[in-house]
C-alpha cells in the first residue's frame, strides 16, 4: 500500500497491538503509533496529529466511543477506523454516528483488512493530505 | 430388590407450599400431615387471599380446593396461570366435586393434578412429592441452562481476541514479516497457524449457539442484492478450495433478487453451505452455486460432489452437534454446529433451508427467503 502518513493505533490489549502494528508494517506502513487506553489516545492525538487513528471499541476507563467523540471534538475531520471483535450492529451504527469513517474486524482476513484501509485511506486520508499540501509518498 | 427411583433421594424439606381451603377442619388436616413432611406451609381460606399469599410467598406447590365462596378454586388457578405463566407454581386441586366432567375442568384451568375428598393421606403425600420433585427439576434445569448459555457467551468472548492473534501473529510470520524462515520454522508456524485458526472458529460458532440460545439473535435487515453476497463468498471460498483442487461456480442466474436480509448473517450461511460443500466433496470437485427466484421467496443452492445424505442420518443434520457419519475429505474440522446456526438464521428470517440428494451424487443444500412485500 502507498501511504506515508502516519496511523494512531490504540487498543489495550498488546498482543492486538503487537498483531496490528506487524500487520500494518506488513502492508507497507512506517508511521504508527500506539496508545494502550482512551486517555493515552488522546494525548499521543494532541502531540501527534496522525492522519488515522484506529480505535478498539471495548476498553476500560475510557471506551472506544467516548474516546471518538473527544477526538472528533479535537479534530472534527480526524479519520477514525474503529477495531471491533464482534460485528455489533447497534455498536457500528453509533460509531458512524459519532462520525467513525469505517469498522475493521480484528479476525478478520488479511485482504479484508487491508481493503478496507485503503478504502479508507482513499476516500478520507489522501483528500485531507493533499489539502495540507502533503501528498502521499 | 428395585433400585428406588432416582427422585427418592431428592430432599424437598422446606419447599413451600400454599394449601387452600375455606373448611378450617379440612386445612388443619391437610396442613398437619404436609408439615410432618418438613414442607413450609402457608393457608389461605379463600381464593382471594390464595391470590394475596401467593404473590409474597412465591411457593412451589398450590394445594387448592375447588368448591369456596367468592372466586372457586378453578378460576383462582386461571389468574395464577396468566399472572405467572409459565415461572407459576403446579396447582394440585383437592375437592369433592368427582364427577369427570368436574376433573377435566380442573386439568383445563391449568392444574396438574387432581384428588378428590375423601382423601387417603399417603397418596397425598405421594402426588404431591411428585409434583414437587418435577418442579425442583425444571428449575434447576433452567438455571443450570442459563448459565451454560452465559459461560459459553463469557468463555467465547474472552478468547477471540487472544485467538484472533494468536492466528494473525502466525499468518505474519509465515509472510516473511519479521523476517525469513527456513523450511521446519514454517511448518512450525503453519501449524500454529492451522490450529488457531480452527480453535477461532469453534469458539465463533460456541458464540452464535450461546447467543442465539440466549434469545439474543437480532437481525439488522436491510434490502439487498442477493447476488452480490453469494458472488463475494464463491470468490473468497475459490481461494481455500483451490487447496484441494476444486472449484466453486457460479450457474447462470436469470436475475440478482433484492431481499430484506441481515446481510452478515446470510453471509455467514452462505459462507457456511459452500465451506461444508468443499469439506465433504472429494478432491478435484465441481462445487455449483445458483440464485434461486421464485414468485414469493429468492435464495440460494448449493449443488457438491460429495456423498450425499443417509436417509437416517438426515434428521440429524440440522441439529446442533449433530455430526453424520460422513467425514471432511480433507481432515478438515468440524464441530457440529454449522448447520445447526445456518437453520437458526434462516428461521428467524422466515425461511427455510433443506437439502436434497442429487440422483447421481452429492446433494444441493437450498435457502429460500421470503421476497420484500
Do not use: W
Not at chain 2, 430432599?11 to 400431615?33: A, S
Not at chain 2, 387448592?64 to 407459576?88: Q, W
Not at chain 2, 425442583?136 to 459459553?152: G, M, P
Not at chain 2, 470437485?285 to 435464495?299: D, F, M, R
Amino acid at each position: 500500500m502507498n501511504f506515508s502518513g502516519s496511523i494512531l493505533l490504540v487498543d489495550d490489549e498488546a498482543h492486538i497491538r503487537k498483531f496490528i502494528s506487524l500487520l500494518l508494517r506488513h502492508l507497507g506502513m512506517r508511521n504508527i503509533f500506539e496508545a494502550k487506553n482512551g486517555v493515552e489516545a488522546l494525548e499521543v492525538f494532541q502531540r501527534e496529529r496522525p492522519d488515522l487513528v484506529m480505535l478498539d471499541v471495548n476498553m476500560p476507563v475510557l471506551d472506544g466511543i467516548q474516546t471518538l467523540r473527544e477526538l472528533k471534538r479535537i479534530d472534527p475531520d480526524c479519520v477514525v477506523i474503529m477495531l471491533t471483535s464482534l460485528v455489533n450492529r447497534q455498536t457500528i451504527d453509533e460509531a458512524s454516528a459519532y462520525g467513525a469513517a469505517n469498522y475493521i474486524r480484528k479476525d478478520a482476513p488479511f485482504e479484508e483488512i487491508g481493503r478496507t484501509l485503503s478504502e479508507t485511506i482513499e476516500e478520507f486520508v489522501e483528500p485531507r493530505r493533499s489539502d495540507k499540501g502533503g501528498g502521499a509518498g | 430388590m428395585d433400585e428406588p427411583p432416582l427422585t427418592a433421594s431428592i430432599d424437598l424439606k422446606g419447599r413451600r407450599i400454599l394449601v387452600v381451603d375455606d373448611d378450617r377442619i379440612n386445612l388443619r388436616i391437610i396442613t398437619g400431615i404436609l408439615r410432618s413432611e418438613g414442607y413450609e406451609i402457608s393457608e389461605a381460606v379463600s381464593g382471594e387471599q390464595a391470590l394475596e399469599l401467593y404473590a409474597e410467598s412465591r411457593p412451589n406447590l398450590v394445594l387448592l380446593d375447588v368448591m369456596m365462596p367468592g372466586i372457586d378454586g378453578f378460576e383462582t388457578c386461571r389468574i395464577i396461570k396468566r399472572t405467572y405463566k409459565a415461572t407459576s407454581a403446579p396447582v394440585v386441586f383437592i375437592t369433592a366435586k368427582s364427577e369427570a366432567d368436574d376433573v377435566v375442568m380442573g386439568f383445563d384451568a391449568g392444574g396438574v393434578d387432581y384428588l378428590t375428598k375423601p382423601f387417603r393421606p399417603k397418596e397425598v403425600l405421594a402426588r404431591i412429592r411428585t409434583h414437587l420433585c418435577n418442579q425442583l427439576l425444571v428449575e434447576q434445569l433452567s438455571k443450570a441452562n442459563a448459565a451454560k448459555d452465559r459461560f459459553l457467551g463469557m468463555c467465547a468472548h474472552d478468547l477471540r481476541n487472544p485467538l484472533s492473534s494468536i492466528r494473525g501473529l502466525a499468518e505474519l510470520m509465515n509472510e516473511n514479516t519479521i523476517g525469513p524462515l527456513n523450511q521446519e520454522q514454517r511448518e512450525v508456524v503453519h501449524t500454529i497457524q492451522g490450529a488457531s485458526q480452527s480453535m477461532l472458529q469453534l469458539v465463533n460458532e460456541l458464540l452464535d449457539v450461546a447467543t442465539i440460545e440466549a434469545g439474543y439473535l437480532k437481525l439488522a435487515k436491510e434490502p439487498t442484492p442477493i447476488g452480490d453476497i453469494v458472488e463475494r463468498s464463491v470468490h473468497l471460498n475459490n481461494i481455500e478450495a483451490a487447496k484441494k483442487d476444486t472449484r466453486i461456480v457460479m450457474a447462470e442466474g436469470p436475475e440478482n433478487p433484492v431481499i430484506n436480509v441481515d446481510r452478515n448473517k446470510i453471509r455467514q450461511v452462505i459462507d457456511n453451505l459452500i465451506t461444508n460443500a468443499v469439506k465433504y466433496s472429494p478432491r478435484s470437485s465441481v462445487i455449483t452455486v445458483k440464485l434461486l427466484s421464485e414468485p414469493t421467496v429468492a435464495g440460494f443452492a448449493v449443488r457438491d460432489d460429495g456423498p450425499g445424505i443417509p436417509e437416517d442420518e438426515r434428521h440429524l443434520l440440522f441439529k446442533e452437534y449433530g455430526r453424520l457419519s460422513s467425514r471432511p475429505t480433507g481432515g478438515e474440522k468440524s464441530t457440529g454446529l454449522g448447520l445447526a446456526i445456518c437453520r437458526k438464521i434462516v428461521e428467524a428470517h422466515g425461511g427455510t433451508i433443506g437439502v436434497l440428494n442429487n440422483a447421481d451424487r452429492g446433494c444441493e443444500f437450498a435457502v429460500r427467503l421470503p421476497r420484500l412485500r
